[in-house]
Antibody, heavy 122, light 108 residues
Framework: EVQLVESGGGVVRPGGSLRLSCVAS????????MSWVRQGPGKGLEWVSG????????GYADSVRGRFTISRDNAKSSLYLEMKSLRVEDTALYYC???????????????WGQGTTVSVSS | QSALTQPASVSGSPGQSITIFCTGI?????????VSWYQQHPGKAPKLIIY???DRPSGVSSRFSGSKSADTASLTISGLQAEDEADYYC?????????FGTGTKVTV
């Protein structure tokens, strides 16, 4: 079964850091681009960051550029999101999603995890 | 990065057809045929229902169809059913980025 399982969410104070992880199974992880997408409470979807199959290209939303870093370990079928200088507005459910090709930006996302919750509050 | 613009809500009766519009700009929807649509039921992860403007993934009902004209994409749901009540999001490619629409709540 094709599956993505996120972890690493939690409650953190403004200015704090968190590292999210996403473990893939049921497919050849290294063949696909991957993205992180978040959804604030009662809000819409927001693309956060994406990474090409070989990590050769990475992209970030303006709202997180310079604070978040996306990475992947193809040997471990894992995707990561390092989040620093967290703000209250980063509070959201963070989804890991698979692109349908090796490129995260020109491909739709056909497999989604169930998400991990990040809450930034003082 | 501004989101693509969608109406906040659309409603219809069972059996009717509805269309959701998604307005972008020339550097996303207008320039590329990488428009997708996602359906999201409450408490669930999004589900891909349309990609490349008008293609449907295997298993998605033919009642869902997509199209595009200039900077505006659209999703039409024909023969509306109770199970179609959900949030719908368009999305598009932008160079080195990806952008979602503001989302539309469909009420049946």
């Amino acid at each position: 079964e094709v599956q993505l399982v996120e972890s690493g969410g939690g409650v953190v104070r403004p200015g704090g850091s968190l590292r999210l992880s996403c473990v893939a199974s049921g497919f050849t992880f290294e063949d696909y681009g991957m993205s992180w997408v978040r959804q604030g409470p009662g809000k819409g979807l927001e693309w956060v960051s994406g990474i090409q199959w070989n990590a050769g290209n990475r992209g970030y939303a303006d709202s997180v550029r310079g604070r978040f870093t996306i990475s992947r370990d193809n040997a471990k079928s894992s995707l990561y999101l390092e989040m620093k200088s967290l703000r209250v507005e980063d509070t959201a459910l963070y989804y890991c999603a698979r692109a349908t090709s090796g490129y995260y930006d020109s491909s739709e996302m056909d497999v989604w995890g169930q998400g991990t919750t990040v809450s930034v509050s003082s | 990065q501004s989101a693509l613009t969608q109406p906040a809500s659309v409603s219809g009766s069972p059996g009717q057809s509805i269309t959701i519009f998604c307005t972008g700009i020339s550097s996303d929807v207008g320039d590329y045929n990488y428009v997708s649509w996602y359906q999201q039921h409450p408490g669930k992860a999004p589900k891909l229902i349309i990609y490349d403007v008008d293609d449907r993934p295997s298993g998605v009902s033919s009642r869902f169809s997509g199209s595009k004209s200039a900077d505006t994409a659209s999703l039409t749901i024909s023969g509306l059913q109770a199970e179609d009540e959900a949030d719908y999001y368009c999305s598009s490619y932008r160079v080195n980025n990806y952008v979602f629409g503001t989302g539309t709540k469909v009420t049946v």
